[in-house]
T-cell receptor, first 112, second 108 residues
């Protein structure tokens, strides 16, 4: 049984560009959360998707948007990239009614 | 505001015991998690406390006091592979609010 998968593993973009990151949750999981982790810091909550709707959002600008598909997979889109968006982007999935979040390996985004 | 504090770095000796503390002030509380994160890797789940008291799982134990806004992670019989960052996270509504992590260095 595959765990949470994310693609791509690494990505390099320039300022002003747009990026889409993808996440496939663990089998049987219906909730997907996205986090941004800067080097040496704890993860920061971006948003959570459940039943194809954004259920809760953290303190991130509208440049960050997302989507959840009927198969529970999810995308994170970031527009008008800034240098400060360089970070590890983590996706986590949860099974129905469970608190534990299982993390994917992350996507390392570098903005030049 | 939301605030989670834990020490930046700790050093311990192989075979010993170490306690990593976490204090929190959050607008909501639906449980406290501890995760382990090796450099360049994703966090992996260690423990979850929602009621006061001690939860033991093998070499790792976690304690919670909701009235004091305090938790600790206890690691026994330390092994070199335990060298990692340990992150405390509070669940508030649907989100996890994270501390910056404690880097644990294990010396032979």
């Amino acid at each position: 049984d595959a765990g949470v998968t994310q693609s791509p593993t690494h990505l390099i973009k320039t300022r002003g560009q747009q990026v889409t990151l993808r996440c496939s949750p663990k089998s049987g999981h219906d909730t997907v959360s996205w986090y941004q982790q800067a080097l040496g810091q704890g993860p920061q909550f971006i948003f959570q998707y459940y039943e194809e709707e954004e259920r809760q959002r953290g303190n991130f600008p509208d440049r960050f948007s997302g989507h959840q598909f009927p198969n529970y997979s999810s995308e994170l889109n970031v527009n008008a990239l800034l240098l400060g968006d360089s970070a590890l982007y983590l996706c986590a999935s949860s099974p129905p009614g469970d608190n534990e979040q299982f993390f994917g390996p992350g996507t390392r985004l570098t903005v030049l | 505001g939301q605030n989670i504090d834990q020490p930046t770095e700790m050093t311990a000796t192989e075979g010993a015991i170490v306690q990593i503390n976490c204090t929190y002030q959050t607008s909501g509380f639906n449980g406290l998690f501890w995760y382990q994160q090796h450099a360049g890797e994703a966090p992996t789940f260690l423990s979850y406390n929602v009621l006061d008291g001690l939860e033991e799982k093998g070499r790792f134990s976690s304690f919670l006091s909701r009235s004091k806004g305090y938790s600790y992670l206890l690691l026994k019989e330390l092994q070199m592979k335990d060298s990692a960052s340990y992150l405390c996270a509070v669940k508030s509504n649907y989100q996890l609010i994270w501390g910056a992590g404690t880097k644990l260095i294990i010396k032979p």
